[in-house]
């Protein structure tokens, strides 16, 4: 995984995320940003994507949401989920960008039983962490 920044207009910088994905296999990502130690965790930093039509090659992640200073130490976690796990993010980030406010008409997919709310998962990842400068 390797990461850079590009200026944007308005002042600071984003972040841009390369990486390759393993051929031949169904794969599924998030991830995670720190902005000065601290997780950025509003909807909008919920990053979720899966390999679909980029199995097997480079792929590029523009983190549009997080903006960051000279100064600014980012931490950047590309974890690999598995699809039950991605199933729950991309649900509950589609449920929460529909009606912004309001109660949710569903739950999420989630992966326990009984009706419980929420996920299990084990996940590997790589992290890199870089000062803009």
């Known amino acids: 995984m390797n990461t850079r920044t590009a200026p944007v207009f308005d002042g600071g910088y984003r972040i841009l995320l390369y990486f390759s994905d393993p051929p031949g296999e169904e794969n599924f990502y998030r991830v995670k940003v720190h902005k000065n130690g601290e997780l950025l965790n509003e909807?909008?930093?919920?990053?979720?994507?899966?390999?679909?039509?980029?199995?097997?090659?480079?792929?590029?992640?523009?983190?549009?949401?997080?903006?960051?200073?000279?100064?600014?130490?980012?931490?950047?976690?590309?974890?690999t989920i598995d699809k039950n796990t991605w199933r729950y993010f991309t649900t509950f980030r589609e449920m929460a960008n529909l009606n912004p406010g309001s109660p949710a008409p569903?739950?999420?997919?989630?992966?326990?039983?009984?009706?419980?709310?929420?996920?299990?998962?084990?996940?590997?990842?790589?992290?890199?962490?870089?000062?803009i400068e």
């Open 43 to 79: 909807v909008g930093d919920l990053i979720v994507f899966d390999d679909n039509r980029l199995d097997g090659k480079g792929i590029q992640v523009r983190l549009r949401g997080q903006l960051f200073d000279k100064g600014d130490t980012a931490t950047v976690q590309l974890l």
């Open 106 to 131: 569903a739950n999420p997919s989630s992966n326990f039983s009984n009706g419980a709310l929420g996920y299990f998962s084990a996940w590997s990842a790589d992290e890199k962490e870089i000062i």
